[in-house]
């Protein structure tokens, strides 16, 4: 028997197993469905491991937020091995969370959501917004919003058209009155309402100003 065949044999009936992880990277590695152990960048020799195992590698160098499916899963687990590879971010019952990296957003959390950020990674900077404070969302975040796909399901959007003015009401009880332009308020536990009031209708051209046009 060569020496190759032999280490060969040997890894197998030791259940030996080398996974590499690249940098930028980590790997979640699964059992029967289950993770069981985050891999860091680097080469990892597994030894002892007859059962299948599935290896998911997750990027965290373009955005320190784990955006597996799973996540709920991973929270409600509490695998030790894995939930230290973790920090948990979640928003309380009546506020919104903001979360940037760099200066530029990268989430929005809604009441009582909650997200899981990768340790060792660039942390995001949370900013907390009180929604007991207003509901309104600020004119210059509704772009910000918009670029990472938050805008149509963390915001109601309300148009007022020029010489009008827009009420605003949450459960009933009026909360602002807007100026012409766009809006944006936090969708909540609170049912929002909308109505404009005072837009100008078109006037009807009076007859000698239209027979002047048709004159000329």
Not at 1 to 26: N, V
Not at 48 to 68: I, N, Q
Not at 107 to 125: D, I, S
Not at 156 to 185: K, N
Request: with cysteine; glycine share 8%; proline share 6%.
């Amino acid at each position: 028997m060569t020496l190759e065949a032999l280490l060969l044999r040997c890894t197998r009936l030791l259940g030996l197993k080398t996974i590499a992880i690249g940098d930028g990277q980590r790997g979640l590695l699964y059992r029967d469905r289950r993770a069981v152990r985050v891999l860091m960048p680097g080469v990892t020799r597994l030894i002892g491991h007859h059962a299948p195992l599935d290896l998911r590698l997750c990027r965290v160098d373009a955005s320190p937020l784990y955006t597996g499916a799973d996540a709920e899963q991973l929270i409600e687990a509490a695998e030790p091995a894995v939930v230290e590879a973790f920090t948990l971010i979640e928003a309380g019952a009546d506020e919104v969370l903001l979360l940037s990296v760099d200066g530029r957003l990268v989430e929005a959390l809604p009441p009582r959501a909650r997200r899981l950020c990768w340790k060792r990674a660039t942390a995001p900077v949370v900013q907390r917004l009180a929604l007991r404070d207003s509901l309104q969302v600020p004119a210059n975040l509704l772009a910000d919003l918009q670029a990472i796909g938050r805008l149509d399901t963390r915001v109601s959007c309300f148009e007022v058209p020029d010489g009008a003015t827009g009420r605003v009401f949450a459960d009933g009880r009026l909360i602002g009155e807007l100026g012409p332009g766009r809006h944006g308020y936090w969708r909540s536990a609170r049912k929002l309402g909308f109505r404009v009031v005072g837009a100008r209708r078109p006037q009807a051209e009076r007859p000698a100003t239209a027979a002047r046009r048709q004159a000329a």
